[in-house]
């Protein structure tokens, strides 16, 4: 029991992975990939076509849905996710998995 699914949008959290599929958001290996306005960011790398994206150090603000990633930190507020200390919040239907939950045993 390692992830979690979650069919409204669409959360899929296994080894440090998210996969929402609303806009669509896939967090990888450091890796956010978003389809909505579109946000591509790999290698220190964004992409973004709609409307403002700010990457400063190593952080990524994006204002549609609104994306937050800083220090390790997604905050999506469209249904509302938040992945920070291994956690994710998850305000549509409602999903909260926090400590070491989303870990390898």
Do not use: A, P
């Not at 996969?19 to 946000?39: F, P, T």
């Not at 973004?48 to 800083?70: A, D, F, P, R, T």
Request: charged share 30%.
């Amino acid at each position: 029991m390692d992830f979690l699914e979650k069919n409204l949008g669409y959360i899929y959290l296994g080894e440090s992975k998210v996969k929402k599929r609303l806009g669509c958001i896939y967090l990888g290996e450091s890796k956010v990939e978003k389809w909505l306005g579109y946000i591509y960011l790999g290698e220190l790398k964004v992409k973004k076509w709609l409307g403002y994206i700010y990457l400063g150090e190593s952080k990524v603000e994006k204002w549609l849905g609104c994306i937050y990633l800083g220090e390790s930190k997604v905050e999506k507020w469209l249904g509302y996710i938040y992945l920070g200390e291994s956690k994710v919040e998850k305000r549509l239907g409602y999903l909260h998995q926090g400590e070491s939950s989303t870990r390898n045993s």
